[in-house]
């Protein structure tokens, strides 16, 4: 079946322009995540959606990151007034469900590269 | 929080031979390790896990062992391939967090 999507795959942005992310989990999956990946680096934890409720943003950097899942499937994280040190690879992820004692695997887009000028 | 470490950042093998990824952690609530694989310009794709109440799991040249008491967990990959080349990452997960936290990566290169 499909896997998880993103759009668009590449973003330039000038420092101070508003980007929006998005990001089509695997029909069905409950569970959608947000990381965030520097060069070089591991992906870093930003937020977690169990449907439509974000149950954790405690990685989201600033109050510039915002993300939101209004009908419990796509999702759009925005930055607003972009900075170069949000330049990086945004991933998405999703997994079936999570429930109390078990830990679901998560299943990762292509990621979108946003390149801040 | 969570603390993973992974070693080594680079290792380059030649065809057929085996490599080892090895990744330690901080945190003993920590009870899911999933492996993924990274291809230049794509996404982490999962390529193995081991939950906390099993010691080792294999899938074809692929094995993962753990060990809880040491807090730390491997990966074996035998009769090593070009294709295999990519960077590999490490993660931890306990049943009470919403997030993975990785390793900084191991780019493999596996010479024909």
């Known amino acids: 079946g499909a896997g998880v999507s993103q759009s668009p795959r590449y973003k330039v942005a000038k420092r101070g322009q508003d980007v929006a992310l998005r990001c089509d989990p695997i029909s069905g999956h409950v569970s959608l995540f947000w990381y965030q990946q520097a060069l070089g680096q591991g992906p870093e934890f930003l937020t977690y959606f169990q449907n439509e409720a974000q149950l954790d943003k405690s990685g989201l950097p600033s109050d510039r990151f915002f993300a939101e899942r209004p009908e419990g499937s796509v999702s759009t994280l925005k930055i607003q007034r972009t900075q170069q040190e949000d330049s990086a690879v945004y991933l998405c992820?999703?997994?079936?469900?999570?429930?109390?004692?078990?830990?679901?695997?998560?299943?990762f887009g292509p990621g979108t590269r946003l390149t801040v000028t | 929080g969570e603390n993973v470490e992974q070693h080594p950042s680079t290792l380059s093998v030649q065809e057929g031979d085996s490599a080892v990824i090895k990744c330690t952690y901080s945190?003993?609530?920590?009870?899911?390790f999933p492996w993924y694989k990274q291809e230049l310009g794509k996404g982490p794709q999962l390529i193995i896990d081991i939950r906390s109440n099993v010691g080792e799991k294999k899938d074809q040249r692929i094995a993962v062992t753990l060990n809880k008491t040491a807090k730390h967990f491997s990966l074996h990959i035998t009769e090593t391939q070009p294709e295999d080349s990519a960077v590999y990452f490490c993660a931890a997960s306990t049943n009470t967090g919403n997030q993975f936290y990785f390793g900084t990566g191991t780019s493999l290169t596996v010479i024909p």
């Open positions: 945190d003993s609530a920590s009870n899911y």
């Open positions: 992820a999703s997994s079936l469900f999570r429930a109390t004692g078990v830990t679901y695997e998560q299943y």
